[in-house]
């Protein structure tokens, strides 16, 4: 079946540093792919989608590149506050009716000033 | 703008005893709804999810069942907690044949 792997966390980093969490994922079909973001006691919120192999999604300065040679999906930023401290998802959807969302097992990044 | 709002927003309950946890999707209409447990520490399972009103498919029944009443209503129920239902269970929309999917604030269970 379809899966999602990610980087095994948690990552520490100091402000102002540059961040990668690697996703790699499994399936059959022709993904969208996505990366969620949560903070604590909250749901998760959409941080980009990226719908088409070899293109790039970005918002609030994160960005992903949807590599389908690779089957990969890094998430990237290249300067962390603070702020960014929270839960990291890579997730899956296939093209089956459900939209099934298949997430990754989250990566904890805890940014220190 | 929409607006997805879970009841209640955290509950105690006794192993044995019955669960219902509500969800309300405003601002759409004839949205998907899906049902979501997330461990504490863990990541996000899909349980259910629903297309239209009255029709409810299961994903990972967990002992638990859902329902969906109204077009913009979604339930999620049990007769009989077990200890392992403990978690946060997040609702969530997307548009018909749309990819994204948007979570709500989510339900806090602890099962004792």
């Known amino acids: 079946g379809d899966s999602v792997t990610q980087t095994e966390g948690p990552v520490t980093l100091s402000e102002g540093t540059s961040l990668t969490v690697n996703c790699s994922y499994e399936t059959k079909q022709y993904p969208t792919l996505f990366w969620y973001v949560q903070y604590p006691g909250e749901g998760p919120q959409l941080l980009f989608k990226v719908p088409k192999a070899n293109e790039k999604g970005s918002n609030r300065g994160f960005e992903a590149t949807y590599n389908k040679e690779a089957t990969s999906f890094h998430l990237q930023k290249a300067s962390v506050q603070e702020s960014d401290s929270a839960v990291y998802y890579c997730a899956l959807s296939d093209e089956g009716g459900s939209a099934k969302l298949i997430f990754g097992e989250g990566t904890k990044l805890t940014v220190s000033s | 703008a929409q607006t997805i709002h879970q009841w209640p927003v955290a509950e105690i309950k006794a192993v044995g005893s019955p669960l219902s946890l509500g969800c309300t999707i405003k601002g759409k209409s004839s949205p998907n709804l899906y049902w979501y447990w997330q461990a504490t520490g863990g990541t996000l399972q899909q349980l259910f999810y629903s297309i239209t009103v009255g029709q409810v498919e299961s994903v990972v029944q967990l002992n638990l069942s859902a329902s969906r009443p109204k077009d913009d209503q979604f339930i999620l129920s049990t007769e009989k907690l077990l200890l392992s239902h403990s978690g946060f269970y997040l609702c969530?929309?997307?548009?018909?044949?749309?990819?994204?999917?948007?979570f709500g604030p989510g339900t806090r269970l602890t099962v004792l």
């Open positions: 969530a929309w997307s548009l018909q044949g749309g990819r994204e999917q948007y």
